[in-house]
């Protein structure tokens, strides 16, 4: 059963693969950059499920995924942390 998530950029399935994706430590809130990259970049390691992150020192590395249309990496919601207020901007 194909259960891969939408891609929240382009809200298809149909071109997501799964993929090892690297995530950041930190997003940098600078002028002029599209601020819906935050969604893609500000993830840290402790915004994910631990039952999703690897052992140290591995634990940036995520088995995630990737879309084709977009050729961006991303993680879905399921495997995020609840913290509403730090992904507010989640799928508006
Ligand atoms: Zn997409």
Known sequence: M???PECPS???CRAVKPK???VDKAWIDEPGIDPRLKYFTDLRA???RPEFLRQDP??????AFYCE???KG???ESMLTPD???RRDLYR
Not at 58 to 63: G, L
């Open 46 to 48: 402790d915004d994910i």
């Open 2 to 4: 194909n259960s891969y």
């Open 20 to 22: 090892l994706i690297l």
């Open 69 to 71: 249309n977009c050729s």
């Open 58 to 63: 591995f634990q940036q590395f995520v088995d």
């Open 84 to 86: 509403p207020d730090h």
């Open 74 to 76: 991303f993680i879905p």
């Open 10 to 12: 382009c809200g298809s």
